[in-house]
Structures are given as C-alpha cells and as structure tokens.
C-alpha cells in the first residue's frame, strides 16, 4: 500500500501561482508513475499532469501545458504541481495518485492509490 497526501492548495486571483504537493509513504518502491487529477462537483476526475517516479517522462494534458509544471523529489517521496497563469476554469479538487501496475497513464482506473485532495479556487 501507498498512502499519499495532498497540502498546499488555495484561494488565488486568476493569472496568480500555486504549488500542491503530494507526499507519499509506505510501499513507494512499487510506484510507477505519479498523476495529478482534478475533479469539479458534478463531473467526472480528469487528468492533469504525470511523472514517472524512476524516469524523466512528463505528460500533460493540453489544458494546463505551459502553464503547470510537474516535478518530484525522490529523496523526499514528494510530487510537485507548480500551477502558474491560473484560470478560474483550474478550480477544482486536486489529487494525487500513484500508478503501481503500469497502466495508461491519463485514466482514473490505472492509479491504485489516492490522496485527500486539496481544494484550488481561482477567482476571476
């Protein structure tokens, strides 16, 4: 098992920064790849950003590329979402997950292991 859990998120003005953090603890050996989602009330937990824990690979999804930025510290067990130019459209619940089977990398269902979530509102 993974435990992750999420700190960092905010109220900010639109075109203002943010950085989220994801810690992880336990089995962090077994991780693969680490995700950021985000989820509005309503509709469905959407992808943002991966990394994979033991490889240089970034993925993004178009929304938030050049203005997110992820990153990690593996002497930390720590996952970054730097979140710059924000929009009040990136409201939303953020997660961490952690992928430890190898699958694609932008669906819910490839993440075992999730965190609280932290909540980012951007207003206008």
């Known amino acids: 098992q993974v435990q992750l859990v999420e700190s960092g998120g905010g109220l900010v003005q639109a075109g203002g920064s943010l950085r989220v953090s994801c810690q992880a603890s336990?089995?962090?050996?077994?991780?693969?790849?680490l995700g950021w989602f985000r989820q509005v009330p309503g509709k469905e937990r959407e992808f943002v950003a991966a990394?994979?824990?033991?490889?240089?690979?970034?993925f993004y999804t178009d929304a938030v590329q050049g203005r997110f930025a992820i990153s990690k510290d593996n002497a930390k067990n720590t996952a970054y979402l730097q979140m710059n130019s924000l929009k009040p459209e990136d409201t939303a619940v953020y997660y961490c997950?952690?992928?430890?089977?190898?699958?694609?990398?932008?669906?819910?269902?490839?993440?075992?292991?999730w965190g609280q979530g932290t909540q980012v509102t951007v207003s206008s």
């Open positions: 336990g089995r962090t050996s077994d991780v693969i790849r």
């Open positions: 997950g952690v992928d430890v089977t190898g699958g694609n990398y932008y669906r819910v269902d490839a993440y075992a292991f």
């Open positions: 990394i994979g824990w033991n490889t240089d690979y970034l």
